[in-house]
DNA sequence: GGCCGGATCAGGGGATACCCCGATGGTCCG
DNA sequence: CGGACCATCGGGGTATCCCCTGATCCGGCC
């Protein structure tokens, strides 16, 4: 295919914008140019293009608001493929950015052949980070289930304590533990001690969400 | 640098394993191969390789089943990095591969110098995807939100209410919520009842569990 | 003014949750 | 065999949860 890749520069710099467009030369299509989040919106809607170029601290709400009020107004079918264009490399930044729906973050350092590269490659909805920063959202993303420190406590959990836990933590009541498990109210109440004491926990409101955060429901 | 990257070959199939070795070449050090679960643990713990290309449909509970039980034998600093290399380009392949710890996941129709340089990069730490396959994770990363469906429920609560909920799905006792907001424990009282009855919950349980799958926590 | 919804509070009561004490069996182990 | 750990129960108590009815005050709306 012939058709060069439709693209938009938002960054509040209009010295990095201009060098931005000469480094992508005529690899490229710049359609359009915006310093702010209004007119990266409004220039979107204008300019449709395929990929929006977004600085992440940009003022009046930084790239994350850009991608949140186009996500509104368009359908996420047809709207441009974002990719953050940052100084930063903090997690928070990257993190933040890819949850309002950024298809790849590469740092400001990137050469000019490499930034092409990566356009071509978002437009095509591949994903393209910097490579120290793939750690970060993958991190995030499979970190979120966090097995290291939970078996700790949780080895020290009987097999029966385990499962009282596991249906108080779900939120049964003490009497329909009792019966799903064919033993006494007072059976499970002490089991809830023992699970108690050894999570270090004082309630099963705690309980619930300590399961809760490791995934455990 | 001039070390190439040791990699251990996880697949069922002989054959498809001898064919992965051939097209590596030596552009990456194989030191070894593994047809299950348990010799893909045993293999990584004896030739710590810097990548595993790891099959996602492996008797004995997946590649995923690989990677948790080496999560909990080597710390994660020194583990090795994994690619997943499957015929299945299924969103929930994909999604569960990522969350159990796969820096990468391309598919089998990947070409031979395409294939080495996805290790290069996994093993450098860049996250690699098929094209296709990039947009699954970043739309199941950035859709953990979820949104959409709360507020129909949520936005009938009024903002006291709110306040309440978020309390009493934290743990808090009605008493404390009480402190918390200077109020007395009959007014929690009230708000709970008009929270559990908008939101069609019949316990501080289940308010808990609600709330902790919509993140509002 | 009358109506309605929200926020505030009260009394009372049944059901739970959590804790204290103690007790009985069973297994495993030195 | 005695000690440990576990699973199983009980009595009794206090605090908490959840619901019921009913009340006052305020602000918006027709």
């Not at 400001?108 to 092409?116: D, F, N, S």
């Not at 979120?144 to 078996?151: F, L, N, P, Y």
Request: proline share 2%; hydrophobic share 45%.
């Amino acid at each position: 295919m012939n058709n060069r890749v439709r693209v938009l520069i938002v960054d509040d710099h209009a010295m990095f914008r201009s060098g931005v467009r000469s480094e992508l030369g005529t690899a490229v299509d710049v359609v359009g140019e915006a310093a702010d989040v209004d007119q990266a919106v409004a220039a979107v809607i204008e300019h449709r293009p395929d990929v929006v170029l977004l600085d992440v601290h940009l003022p009046g709400g930084g790239g994350a608001e850009v991608m949140r009020r186009l996500s509104t107004r368009l359908g996420s079918a047809d709207g441009p493929r974002f990719l953050a264009l940052s100084v930063s490399d903090a997690a928070e930044d990257v993190i933040g950015t890819i949850r309002a729906g950024a298809r790849g973050y590469v740092t400001k350092t990137i050469t000019g052949p490499e930034l092409v590269d990566a356009i071509r490659r978002v437009s095509e909805g591949d994903a393209v980070f910097s490579p120290r920063l793939a750690g970060f959202v993958l991190d995030a993303f499979a970190g979120s289930i966090e097995i290291s420190a939970v078996d700790e406590d949780l080895d020290r959990l009987t097999e029966r304590e385990r499962e009282v836990m596991r249906l108080i933590a779900r939120g049964y009541a003490y009497k329909e533990v009792a019966r799903e498990l064919f033993i006494s109210i007072k059976t499970v109440e002490t089991h809830m001690s023992s699970v108690l004491r050894k999570l270090q926990l004082s309630s099963r409101h705690e309980l619930t969400r300590w399961a809760s955060d490791r995934r455990l429901l």
